[in-house]
């Protein structure tokens, strides 16, 4: 069945007429969700029965942000809360062995909860690496300072929603630390070196260039393409993330519509896909912009149609767990954050 190369969200808890004849028509990759979207379990598994329904796939993707800290979709009364990056970075400088095993868990334990309702895919891990002065978007999202510790993280994470059944997104390749604005706002520029860029910020993406899915950063990197962000820039793409980085998963876009980035939703898709990102992420729910980027982006093809595929292809069945044990061991290693912190 021919797919189109975007993702696209939805305006609330369940779909309007204009939506369903949209979606059936423009045949999109794959859906994200938001709060706006969820009100509970019941609702959102049978909303995501209904997307995939309507584009005629059971594997269609649909996407969440659940990371946990600020940026979690799903959350209580229905869903537990889960930590910020941040705490896995705090107990892995406590006992390096410790930090992996509670990312590991934290993130097998979020895709536990997504799976339940069918989303299948999460934008997690982050592999950004903050610098002093830079904005709070980032921020405790992070799991740390250094690369290699960013990196040891992002892989435990990365490891424990697949051992759940849930796909990573890899995100915001190729660095998001130094930006020292809101991308959602305004266009960050970075004007570091490209030697330092090497040995910290692209550093941490290197070792998680075998994950199946990358989301991009709407980010200029002066010393590199000082004039386009890495989202629509092939140099960026093809130099920096394909080459120096050494990804060659799914490549998708940040939100296209944020406000880092100019000109028409429709030029701004084109533009995406044509420095090299395989699919276009647009993500506010508004049904002319939807329209615009459908009728911008290709057919999901050619070498960017194999990468979905392979993509999809790393998912597998869940591996057995006892959620409740693995909940309590979950909870236990977090308090031991809390008594070192007393202890001090």
Known sequence: MVQRAFITGLVGPSLSAEERDFFREAQ????????????????????????????????????????????????????????????????????????????????????????????TVDCLPLADVPVEGSDRIIGDRAYGRTPDKVAAIAGAVAEGLMAAGVLPVLKHIPGHGRARVDSHEQLPTVETDRSTLEATDFAAFRPLAWLPCAMTAHVVFSAIDPATPATTSATMVQEVIRRAIGFQGLLMSDDISMGALSGTIAERSVAAIAAGCDVVLHCNGKLAEMQAVAAAVPVLSGPAGQRADTALGMRSAPQPLDAAEARTRFSDLLRRLGNAVVNA
């Not at 049978?46 to 594997?59: F, I, S, T």
């Open 28 to 119: 999109p990759w794959g859906f994200i969700l938001f709060k706006r979207n969820v009100e509970n379990k019941q609702q959102v598994l049978k909303l995501v029965r209904e997307l995939r329904d309507l584009v005629g796939r059971a594997d269609a993707p649909v996407l969440t942000d659940q990371e946990g800290g600020r940026v979690q979709r799903l959350g209580p009364p229905h869903w537990p809360s889960y930590p910020p990056g941040a705490v896995y970075g705090a107990l892995y400088d406590l006992d390096v062995q410790i930090g992996l095993e509670a990312a590991r868990l934290g993130a097998r334990l979020i895709a536990t909860d997504l799976l339940d309702v069918g989303i």
